[in-house]
């Protein structure tokens, strides 16, 4: 064998090596972040403390949106595009209603993006009204990984937060 075809397949062979190692390694992350009750991936609705949240299975939602429950309120919880990019500008819809469907008008919207893995200088957006039951607010993932979404919701002296998790 001439030495310019071993040295070629020797490259060939340290790619393929190098790969499968980024493949279970890839893997192998995706597990932690599952294993640690995190989800990793699509749009997930989260507890405060990160756990996923069962999903309605009547529920019809576009893979973007998600949606849970802030003691009386319905929020929901849109993102475009879908899957968000890091370093680009992502739209944030949130729509919100009361326990009878009623369209909520009066409320503060902001939105805290943080990473759960690491420690990352703040990250917050505003939501503005838009129309009936939407408020719609652009910010931006700084980096790849897993992102936790808290939604904050103020009305009058009120107080609520939900969370939402989101892979990119």
Not at 98 to 108: F, M, R
Not at 118 to 125: D, F, I, R, S
């Given at each position: 064998m001439n030495k310019t075809l071993r040295t070629i397949l020797i490259a060939i062979a340290?790619?393929?090596?190098?790969?499968?190692?980024?493949?279970?390694?890839?893997?192998f992350m995706r597990m932690r972040a599952v294993g640690n009750g995190y989800a990793s991936g699509g749009l997930v609705a989260v507890s405060a403390d990160g756990k996923t949240l069962a999903a309605d299975?009547?529920?019809?939602?576009?893979?973007?949106?998600a949606t849970q429950k802030a003691g009386n309120l319905n929020v929901m919880l849109t993102l475009s595009p879908y899957p968000p990019v890091g370093w680009q500008e992502s739209g944030f819809d949130v729509t919100?209603?009361?326990?009878?469907?009623?369209?909520?008008?009066?409320?503060?919207i902001s939105l805290d993006l943080t990473m759960p893995a690491?420690?990352?200088?703040?990250?917050?957006?505003e939501?503005?009204?838009?129309?009936?039951?939407?408020?719609?607010g652009t910010g931006m993932f700084t980096m790849r990984g897993l992102w936790r979404i808290e939604i904050i919701i103020e009305r009058g002296s009120e107080k609520q937060s939900v969370f939402f998790t989101v892979g990119l």
């Open positions: 340290i790619l393929i090596l190098a790969g499968g190692l980024v493949f279970v390694g890839s893997r299975p009547n529920s019809q939602l576009p893979e973007n949106s919100i209603t009361d326990g009878q469907g009623l369209p909520i008008t009066d409320a503060k690491m420690p990352m200088p703040q990250n917050t957006l939501a503005q009204y838009v129309s009936d039951r939407l408020y719609h």
